[in-house]
């Protein structure tokens, strides 16, 4: 195309030339350009490599379909007609931008393809993530993850996809995932779910995943319809799935092959959802709700239709078998007692319908002899739930017709085998059994009254007639009296057992223990109904219901046979009494007689001319009815007086409350007091609807929230009327009386009601009135509930623990100390409640129990009560703050308390001065100390405060310097130690910052963390203070040099941790030294560096802060450095001390010189935060000298431009020492530059020292552990390959560097240094890093190292004991950007580790076994558990076994005892997950030493 022709293209007709589009100009070039065979090949190959260069392969393999109804340009250039050639053509693009990217990253296209599909499926769950948690894919969804899939097809195809490593992928976020994409993963065949399931190493995390997500799909199966078919598909194909791996026919498995763990896994399962749905279904439910949604897609399952495509396999039968076993022994709770007493509420009426029906469908697979026979076994072998048994048995009789013969023989062989053996628990079984199937009527089974007389109602009963026999029957049913039901014994009386003559004595007692029960219960038998039906267990009812159901079914009767009935007849010869006293009176009601005779009018007069009515009843009777007819208007008036049952219970309560303050206000009624109470508790019973035996107190703690307490509206309103007629009635009865001549009233009243069942409900009302609406309280509010907490205080003792909040310690709180918590004093408001309260209740104890002991006062009284008021006396008061006047008014200030309008500031000091008050102050316990007075003082809100920033200030000091300070340690002071005063203030500012009030989300807990202001202020006092401290002298008696106050703070709380290596206890710690940084960052530098020392030259002293940051800052250090903030505090620090000091230049290389020996890791820290630090270095230096900065600064700033040099390629100087301060500086240097390769950089160091590369390459090992260790940091596979590289360097010029993995505290010079900047942690973990870097080692160089042997089996053994600890895991678990070469998980590195020293230990010189020949010992050590182990020494030359415990050794790098002298120890293990050692590896250095010693004896070991 001509440039004329090209212009022409871009510039339309028109004005303006309108420009044309890209895909346009690119038609254009396709329509009329010729190529040939070669170009188009050409142009596809640059198209290609265009792509490839500038693909995001996470959003490659989302965007590979093109949209609906339109073809991608792509198409165009290339020959894209065939059906799949759009397919392919993505595929190749995708394949090769994988490989490419793989080549580039060092690991196998496989996995990086795993990781990649991994990826997107991720992001296509998370692509529509709502609030509600779901487990369904939308449309969108499902139609990206086709496309997806599709790649992964492919790349399967070519062998470019990694299962297993795209399953553990899939398990890092599996959080992320959704249900139905790992169901269509299985549907799809991408990855089986039993595949998926199996990769995964912990079961547990597998089973409460599938758990949660299928109990939410259960919950989805009625969405709407497309995602209702789904959710139905997917919980099908994980049920089927589930059952048939987890319920097939077991193996012939040999003992030492480890099982599947994917049976495990579905019974795990089906079991957890079983459980729960059982558990939501005895919580009740409500219909309609989630759960109720879930609970019946559950049991729906167990539907024949769902496992047709198993169903030729045993595996649904043993499912729904396994099921029906879990039903019935699911929370055995339940006694037999209880089983007898609730079992007729367990009839298949009133199971719940989900049960029942769940039931039925496990019936259906099981046949009638096979549910009995597993009904049998079941109660033979294991604790059952006899609700769950019994109304199974329910549903046995009532829905399959064979079940009756069944369940009559299974109870016949209980009752054999329980008479045969004198067996309890078959007799036990048999008659529940036999009592359930009665039950559900005499269509399913007969009656109970039916099965008893025709079992032991004949000489062919099972007892046989014999004493041992009866003994055995009576014995029983005497046992069962207390639980039995009225029915049940009437049944034992009128159809006893057959019992000879000789043996009448067994029946009478019986009959007698019988009689007196019925009798306790209110049930006569001579009362008993006309038609009374034995077999019903329903409740008994009173005579006069009974009669009247008898008339009734007496009329019925007459009117069909015209015949005064049979019943009616014997009852008037044999059971007169009921007859006349009952039947006849609801016979012979009095009612307007109609004018023809009905039934009713027809069987009296049948009676009357049978002589079964006496004469003047029947007269009365008729009279009644005259009169009745004549005045229908006055009876029925009569009828409307009648006082009504129906009257509201809350009413009676209220009643009675009311009548009970008239009995207070006469103290000396102590009877009707009593009685009054009485009713008021049976009252207080009826409107909680409580019976009688659920009023007793219990010793189970009470439970309560105090940040949002809950209360039903019918226990609100009982509660309030309780609570207000205790404050009426104290109002009431001090208006006549102070509360010591009140009488016992209170405290009876207390004690009544508020019992274990209404106590609960008491608190929580509490708590709403004092914490969340205490302002609105008035005064005789107040004085109410303040005397109830004393009287509460009172009944201690007889009342249980209240546990507060989620997060409250395990010990519970007594009541009274629940009251400290309900009254902060944080806020102007909350104060005022306080002071008000503290001063009611301290009055009105002190009047109450003014006569009696001081122990009753101390007991009635919460001590946090007292301390509260007398902090808040001394914040608002200053007359409180001077000493106390010992006046002493005529008594406590209790009746001003009861006016109208109360001053309560008044009250508050007129208790103050009171004498009883003061001398009640020096109690022990009852004293405000210095520690409770900063706690209190930390929860002060100043925005809300009573006093301005200003007074608050002036306070606080008076507190610290004027009261607590110079009062003695026996009172709560410090004794006038200042030291004492800044520690305790520490220490409490660290306990309020990490567990201070965690259950009041209202209060700031993290007052240090947070910078809460009220802590702001409390700080300013302790800068205060440690700066006077620092100023002044040395406390008299005290050494000069002894250690700063703050660091031993730290160690006291430190070494008061639980210590181990634990993920717990490592993050406890760290919490716990973060608050220490915090609290030492807001203090001033002057603290981490001394002033100069008394010997010459004169020296900061840092003693302290070397030793901390060495022992702990040390460990939680990241990278070989320090955080920015430490070290900058660390030098800020150090440049005001050389200020201080007449030398600053000298004072400052002295120190930074000990810190190269003593805490390198300062220095270290330096460089890497140099490009920030070195500004304020320059500032501070230059305002307390003009000379150039001091020595060791500058040889930092040398060490910085050094590694500057270095990176840029520019002519490097030589490096300034120490060597191991430059290869830091170039370490962080090389992490700041981000490089992917340093080898020509590495290059530029040949001419420098041999200690400047091996420090390089210890610094680069500690940053491959931290790549590991922390998310953020570098990448591990770029962090290898700079360990690689100058692994290669070092091997290159010949360098030895095996000493790095064999330093010790005992070594001097650079490895010491070494030790002193890694975290021990790392240290423990280099191990991995030796394994890791295999590949790049150069092997025959290393064998000709005599040490090499020995650091490579002692790596190979801490790697090991690394494994078994189970610290290995967390370098998997956190680095989650990629993998170690060769190596995906601890296994792989260690089975690599092993053939490695098999291939390398034939190889070995003489010289490295030097000291293994000169071993006579082999240890091996077998480890029992992770922590239980012991050694197993073995004679090679005696063949002898010893067993000996263990000393001195640890499963971690402690595994190799290794210590150097003539019995130099090799040990030779590897611990395979049962235990063992490692025979090849053991048989190899063996052979070959051996070999190497009598060489013409062996030859090279055949190994494999």
């Known amino acids: 195309m001509s440039a004329s022709q090209a212009r022409a293209a ?17 038609e254009g070039r396709v329509r009329r350009q010729k190529l040939g065979p070669e170009g188009e090949q050409k142009v596809k190959e640059s198209a290609l490599r265009l792509l490839r260069s500038h693909l995001n392969l996470g959003d490659l393999v989302l965007e590979v379909e093109a949209p609906p109804g339109k073809q991608l340009c792509l198409s165009r250039w290339f020959d894209c007609d065939s059906p799949g050639a759009h397919s392919d053509l993505s595929c190749s693009l995708i394949g090769s931008a994988l490989r490419d990217r793989a080549a580039r990253l060092g690991v196998p296209v496989a996995v990086l393809s795993s990781q990649v599909v991994a990826c997107g499926l991720v ?24 496309s997806l899939f599709e790649v992964a097809e492919n790349l399967s195809a070519q062998n470019m996809f990694s299962r297993l490593s795209f399953c553990q992928e899939l398990w890092k976020v599996q959080n992320s995932l959704l249900l139905e994409a790992v169901w269509r ?20 995390a597998v089973v409460a995943w599938l758990s949660r997500d299928l109990r939410l799909l259960c919950e989805q199966t009625e969405a709407p319809p497309p995602h209702a078919a789904v959710a139905r598909a997917v919980l099908a194909d994980f049920v089927q799935m589930f059952v048939l791996r987890g319920f097939q026919k077991n193996a012939d498995v040999r003992g030492n092959v480890e099982p599947e763990r994917m049976p495990q896994v579905a ?42 495509s198993i169903i030729s396999t045993e595996s649904p039968k043993r499912f729904f078998c396994h099921t029906l076993t879990q039903i019935l022994t699911h929370k055995p709770v339940l006694k037999v007692s209880d089983a007898i007493q609730m079992q007729r509420d367990w009839s298949f009426a009133r199971t719940p319908p989900l049960l029942s029906g769940l039931y039925r469908r496990l019936f259906v697979i099981l046949s009638p002899e096979e549910l009995v026979g597993h009904l049998q076994e079941v109660l033979e072998t294991q604790e059952v739930n006899w609700q769950h048994m019994l109304s199974c048995v329910s549903t046995l009789v009532t829905c399959l017709p064979d079940a009756q013969q069944l369940v009559a023989g299974w109870v016949a062989r209980l009752l054999a085998r329980a008479f045969e053996s004198c067996d309890l628990d078959s007799m036990v079984s048999a008659f529940l059994v036999a009592r359930q199937a009665a039950l559900e009527g005499p269509a399913a089974f007969p009656s109970y009254a039916a099965w008893f007389q025709a079992t032991f109602g004949s000489t062919r009963g099972f007892h046989g007639c014999s004493r041992k026999g009866l003994v055995f029957l009576f014995k029983f049913l005497s046992d069962l009296v207390p639980f039995e039901a009225p029915r049940y014994l009437q049944v034992h009386v009128l159809h006893p057992p057959l019992v000879p003559g000789k043996y009448r004595t067994l029946l009478s007692d019986y009959v007698a223990l019988a009689r007196t029960r019925l009798a306790d219960l209110k049930v006569s038998i001579e009362n008993m109904g006309l038609y009374e039906d034995l077999s019903s267990v329903g409740d008994i009812m009173e005579p006069h219901s009974r009669a009247a159901r008898d008339v009734e079914k007496a009329i019925v009767v007459f009117e069909h046979t015209g015949k005064i009935p049979v019943a009616v007849l014997e009852a008037s010869i044999f059971r007169r009494s009921y007859y006349l006293s009952h039947f006849l009176p609801a016979l012979l009601t009095p009612r307007v007689l109609p004018r023809v005779p009905d039934s009713r009018e027809a069987l009296v007069e049948s009676l009357r001319r049978a002589d079964k009515i006496p004469p003047s009843l029947y007269s009365t009777y008729r009279q009644a009815c005259c009169t009745a007819g004549e005045k229908p208007e006055d009876a029925a008036l009569g009828r409307e007086v009648e006082p009504s049952c129906a009257e509201e219970p809350l009413g009676l309560l209220t ?11 006469a103290p000396t009624r102590h009877d009707a007091l009593e009685a009054q109470m009485a009713v008021v508790s049976d009252r207080l019973c009826s409107a909680l609807g409580l019976g009688e035996d659920s009023v007793g107190v219990e010793e189970a703690p009470v439970q ?23 404050c009426q009635n104290l109002m009431a009865a001090s208006s006549l009386s102070p509360p010591d001549r009140q009488g016992p009233w209170a405290s009876r009243f207390v004690r009544t009601l508020c019992g274990r069942r209404l106590l609960p409900a008491v608190l929580a009302r509490l708590c709403q009135l004092l914490r969340h609406q205490g302002p609105s309280l008035g005064a005789s509010h107040v004085l109410g509930l303040a005397a109830l907490a004393v009287h509460l205080g009172e009944s201690r003792s007889a009342l249980p623990e209240v546990c507060v909040g989620p997060s409250a310690p395990a010990r519970g709180l007594p009541v009274p100390q629940l009251f400290d918590s309900l009254l902060p004093c944080g806020t102007r408001e909350s104060s005022a409640l306080c002071l008000k309260f503290c001063t009611a209740a301290i009055s009105y104890s002190l009047c109450k129990f003014s006569s009696q002991s001081h122990d009753v006062l101390l007991s009635c009284l919460s001590p946090g009560l007292i301390k509260k008021f007398q902090f808040i006396m001394f914040r608002w008061f200053s007359e409180a703050r001077d000493p106390p006047s010992w006046e002493d008014p005529a008594g406590p200030p209790w009746r001003p308390l009861c006016l109208p309008a109360v001053d309560w500031q008044r009250a508050a000091l007129c208790l103050w001065k009171q004498r009883t008050l003061q001398e009640l102050l020096k109690q022990e316990g009852f004293q405000l100390t210095y520690r409770d007075w900063l706690q209190l003082e930390l929860e002060v809100q100043p925005e809300a405060d009573s006093l301005s920033d200003t007074e608050r200030q002036e306070f606080q000091q008076w507190a610290i310097h004027q009261h607590f300070l110079p009062a003695p340690s026996g009172a709560g002071g410090c004794d006038g130690d200042l030291e004492v005063a800044c520690t305790t203030l520490v220490d409490v500012l660290m306990d309020v910052c990490q567990s201070s009030k965690n259950y009041d989300h209202s209060q700031n807990s993290d007052l240090v963390l947070g910078g809460c202001t009220g802590n702001r202020d409390i700080f300013s006092r302790l800068q205060e203070m440690a700066a006077d401290l620092e100023q002044g002298p040395a406390p008299p008696g005290h050494a000069v040099a002894r250690e700063h106050f703050l660091f031993g703070v730290f160690r006291r709380r430190l070494q008061a941790l639980a210590g181990g290596w634990d993920v717990a206890s490592r993050l406890q710690r760290q919490r716990e030294l973060l608050t220490c940084k915090r609290v030492l960052l807001g203090l001033p530098p002057s603290v981490l560096v001394g002033g100069p020392r008394a010997e010459q030259p004169a020296d900061p002293n840092c003693d302290d802060f070397f030793h901390w940051v060495n022992s702990e800052l040390r460990n939680v250090s990241h990278g070989g450095a320090l955080t920015h903030d430490v070290t900058a505090h660390f030098f800020r620090g150090l440049l005001n001390a050389c200020a201080r000091s007449r030398d600053p230049s000298l004072a400052a290389d002295l120190t930074l010189t000990a810190c190269q020996t003593q805490c390198p890791l300062l220095l270290t820290s330096a460089l890497l935060w140099w490009p920030c630090l070195e500004p304020e270095l320059h500032r501070r230096w230059g305002r307390c000298s003009r000379s150039p900065l001091p020595a060791q600064l500058r040889r930092l700033q040398e060490a910085q431009h050094f590694a500057g040099s270095v990176l840029s390629r520019l002519v490097v100087p030589p490096a300034p020492g120490p060597a191991w301060l430059c290869a830091a500086a170039l370490h962080f240097a090389i992490r700041r530059a981000r490089k992917e390769s340093i080898g020509r950089e590495l290059g530029q160091l040949d001419g420098q020292g041999e200690e400047l590369l091996v420090s390089l390459f210890f610094f680069s090992l500690m940053g491959l552990l931290s790549s590991h260790l922390t998310p953020q940091a ?45 975290p021990d942690h790392q240290v423990r973990l280099l191990p991995v890093a030796f394994y890791s870097l295999l590949s790049y080692f150069d092997e025959d160089a290393l064998l000709q190292e005599d040490a090499f042997l020995h650091v490579a089996v002692n790596m190979y053994l801490k790697l090991i004991g690394l494994f078994v600890a189970g610290e290995t895991g967390t370098l998997w678990t956190v680095a989650c950007g990629g993998e170690l070469r060769a190596q995906g998980d601890p296994v792989s590195l260690i089975t690599d580790a092993r053939l490695f020293l098999l291939r390398a230990i034939p190889r070995c010189p003489k010289r490295s076994f030097s000291h293994v020949a000169e071993v006579k010992m082999l240890t091996l050590v077998s480890f029992k558990s992770t922590s239980v182990f012991h050694m197993r020494t073995l004679d090679t030359f005696g063949k002898r076994s010893i067993w000996c415990p263990a000393r001195g050794i640890s499963p971690g790098p402690g595994c190799l005892g290794g210590s150097a002298g003539s019995n130099t120890r090799a040990f030779l293990q590897l611990l395979a997950a049962s235990g063992d050692c490692d025979p090849d590896v053991s048989a190899a250095l063996l052979h070959r030493q051996q070999a190497l010693l009598h060489p013409d004896l062996h030859q090279e070991p055949r190994l494999f």
Do not use: N
Request: aromatic share 4%; glycine share 8%; proline share 6%.
């Open 10 to 26: 871009v510039s339309g007709p028109g004005p303006g030339g309108l420009r044309r589009s890209w895909a346009e100009l690119l």
């Open 704 to 726: 309560l929230s105090i940040r949002a307490p809950e209360l039903r509206p019918r226990e609100q309103r009982v509660v309030d009327l309780v609570l207000t007629s205790f």
């Open 185 to 204: 993963l299985h549907v799809q065949k991408i990855v089986s779910l039993q595949e998926l399931l199996e990769s995964r190493a912990d079961p547990c």
């Open 123 to 146: 992001r296509v769950c998370e692509a529509d993530a709502g609030l509600p948690p779901q487990v369904l894919l939308s449309p969108e969804q499902r139609k990206k993850l086709s």
């Open 1274 to 1318: 570098v990448s591990s596979p770029k962090a290898l390959d700079i360990c690689a590289e100058v692994l290669g360097r070092l091997q290159g010029r010949r360098i030895s560097w095996l000493p790095l993995f064999q330093l010790t505290e005992a070594d001097a010079g650079l490895g010491r240094t070494l030790l002193r900047v890694a």
């Open 267 to 308: 019974v795990a399962v089906l079991e957890r959802m079983l459980a729960s749905a059982l558990e939501a279904l005895a919580a009740g439910m409500q219909e309609g709700s989630p759960a109720h949604k879930a609970v019946s897609c559950w049991f729906g399952i167990f539907s024949g239709h769902m496992y047709r």
């Open 655 to 665: 009643a009675a409350l009311q009548e009970l303050r008239a009995s207070v206000m």
